[in-house]
């Protein structure tokens, strides 16, 4: 069986990130993805302002965006292309419209959740839409257990289908650890509580002095304007180690920051999949990292080292211990381990029989 599919959203989305390319593949029968993001003409908003407006014009937006979508998807069939399937990524934003969109052309709706699904901070007219969705499209899947778990724990009722995130080892590829006397540590994350930032600007305090002065350290802040929160935070500290703090970064800088490290550290809170985690993994990386949901129970000692979330303490102690025995960890294992769970073959597979599933139900 194959899949022609097809994405609805801002064209220049389309154009650009990878994200979004990994689903433009020549298959057959049809699947129509929504995606998060929306032309700014019609509507300039996007998908997910909705729900952050008052009811009524939440629900006047989220009413002209979801009109947008069906023109598209109209215009698709009048030229001869019907989806099987309409597949929405993030409830809150493609995937309430996936549903009505399924349902405006009597086909089948699958949903999957990527991001943290946290009903308390949404207007209750959305919340109940959210849950309405979870329960009735035809197959729903989500990027880790514990994700997985936390869509449990509204009382769906359902199966949900665990299918990872797509791993890209085209683009992040292997490369052999930085020469040179200086360790080389790579953090990413923007300064807010959940990634933990003031975690691990701890831990680099705790480092043993030995470790702590061979070190350099690249903060990724994932957007221009956290770096000055990241340098007012570094300001109120002393350290031993050096440390630069980056904004925003291109995909092919990324691969070089990654590739140019020796470790790098995630101090998250939560974290649905570990993104980051599984790309430095795919560069032959290892990772120290928190147990912070999405990626913990997958990292053993040949991958990394798991320390308690809030724990700086631990985490410095299990920074220093890699840091000291980058001999014992293989580039090529770590990175063949990463892509045989999460490279392009095994996502398709999963991904693809979820489809056969719920088209031949």
């Not at 109209?74 to 292309?81: K, P, Q, S, T």
């Not at 936390?150 to 085209?170: C, K, M, P, T, Y």
């Not at 993104?275 to 129970?297: H, M």
Request: hydrophobic share 40%; proline share 4%; glycine share 6%.
């Amino acid at each position: 069986m194959h899949f022609d599919v097809r994405v609805l959203c801002h064209e220049a989305v389309a154009q650009s990130p990878r994200r979004y390319r990994k689903n433009r593949l020549l298959l057959r029968p049809s699947v129509v993805e929504t995606t998060e993001d929306t032309p700014q003409n019609p509507p300039a908003e996007s998908f997910r302002q909705y729900y952050s407006r008052g009811e009524k014009s939440g629900k006047k937006l989220y009413a002209s965006c979801l009109g947008f979508l069906k023109r598209q998807l109209d215009e698709l069939i009048a030229n001869d292309w019907r989806p099987d399937v309409i597949h929405g990524h993030s409830i809150f934003g493609a995937g309430v419209y996936a549903q009505e969109l399924a349902a405006h052309v009597g086909c089948k709706a699958m949903v999957t959740e990527n991001d943290r699904f946290n009903l308390l901070r949404l207007p209750e007219y959305v919340q109940h839409k959210a849950l309405d969705c979870l329960r009735g499209v035809d197959a729903l899947a989500a990027v880790s257990e514990h994700l997985a778990r936390s869509l449990h724990a509204h009382d769906i009722e359902r199966h949900v289908h665990v299918i990872g995130n797509f791993v890209d080892g085209d683009e992040f590829t292997l490369a052999k650890m930085p020469d040179g006397e200086r360790y080389k540590l790579l953090f990413v994350g923007y300064p807010m509580f959940i990634k933990g930032p003031n975690v691990f600007l701890d831990a680099l305090q705790r480092l043993p002095p030995e470790v702590a002065e061979r070190t350099d350290v690249t903060i990724v802040s994932a957007d221009n304007d956290y770096v000055e929160i990241y340098d007012s935070l570094i300001s109120k500290r002393q350290f031993h180690t050096r440390i630069s703090v980056l904004g925003l970064v291109s995909r092919a800088d990324m691969v070089k920051l990654m590739q140019g490290s020796h470790v790098l550290v995630a101090s998250s809170y939560a974290e649905t999949f570990g993104l980051s985690i599984r790309e430095a993994f795919a560069c032959g990386r290892p990772v120290v990292t928190t147990d912070c949901g999405g990626i913990g129970r997958e990292i053993g000692p040949k991958l990394g080292r798991v320390s308690p979330i809030g724990d700086s303490r631990s985490l410095a102690e299990n920074v220093a211990l890699v840091l000291r025995n980058l001999h014992q960890y293989d580039p090529m294992h770590i990175r063949q381990v990463t892509l045989e769970r999460h490279g392009k073959t095994r996502f398709l597979e999963r991904q693809t029989a979820i489809y056969r599933d719920i088209l031949s139900a």
